[in-house]
């Protein structure tokens, strides 16, 4: 898989810093039932890498640190991490909130039967990657079946609460666009997709996030394979918003990999582009040191995150329509 990291190091993107830290979101591993072409991480059912036991234990002790509000867990499939269940009852014992950003897929595999009841008895936020509300989109993206098996997933948590109105159990759909272009405007299509599932599977749930690809890992490879990355890049440019550098996720949150490691968002991660600050690069730093006021590692990526309506791990940062390029 061609790297676009080369491509994207010079960059003249404005310089921005960090501001309170208020949510850590923690890879914690690459293991995952799919192999999605969106991807960023390049998750797939072979990869080994996997958070320890010893790094997990610290997260607990970060959070109440940095007094941080919320964790936010992804992969791969956080899930499949033997001590996914540990992590998340240590984090609400604390009070903090979990978000669980889950495929949907995995709740209905054998050995993850009960998942969705764990979820729901721990009040975790589930954010679910759902690409498109079609099947055909989906299984094009993600892989035969996994829109069937999705749909089963989303059965699963409506029934336990989740989507449901004076519930507290949140369930918020991501949706990725097929390829090299802006997402629409984040309300329209959060209006369809409601009308679209619940007319032909009852299925609710209570935000849509839209989220712009990054020209990175698969996605990136595949722009390259299809000479559309300068294409993309020009897109991307052309609809920068600098309205949306004050709410770019990366001001509120530090990502950190499975080795420990800190980065300034997960695209960053998979980049393997450090945070600036040299003496604040691994999660036990954070027991000591505050990172507010950092500067934050910058390239062309991230005019991905303010084109637009802007894009974060939250969905649009701002609610105008796109303009058309």
Known sequence: MKS???LLEATDFPAINRHKLTTLQ????????????????AASPYRTEMMTRELVELIAQVLQAQNIDT??????????????????????????????????TILIKEGYEDMAQFLADNEVEVVASLPCYSLENVDKQRGKGAFDDSILGLHKLNALGYGRANTGLILNLV?????????PNQQTLEA??????KAHF???????????NMPIQRFGAVLLAK???????????????AHNLKDVMCRSTISVNWLGELFDCDFNQQLQIPVPNKSRRHLKDLLTQNPEGDDIAIADHCYGCTAGQGSSCGGALENDQTKVV
Do not use: W
């Open 4 to 6: 676009t990291i080369e």
């Open 26 to 41: 923690v890879n914690m591993g690459y293991l995952c039932n799919m192999s999605c072409v969106h991807c960023h991480v």
């Open 71 to 104: 964790l936010d867990l992804t992969g791969g499939a956080p899930e499949m991490h033997e001590d996914f269940k540990y992590l998340v009852k240590e984090a609400r014992k604390l009070g903090v909130k979990v978000i669980d950003r889950c495929n949907l």
């Open 175 to 183: 949706y990725n666009p097929q390829g090299a272009t802006l997402p």
């Open 192 to 197: 369809d997709y409601k009308r679209e599932l």
């Open 202 to 212: 009852d299925i609710e749930f209570n935000q849509l996030f839209a989220l712009t």
């Open 227 to 241: 000479n559309e990355f300068y294409p993309y890049m020009t897109l991307l440019k052309d609809n920068y918003d």
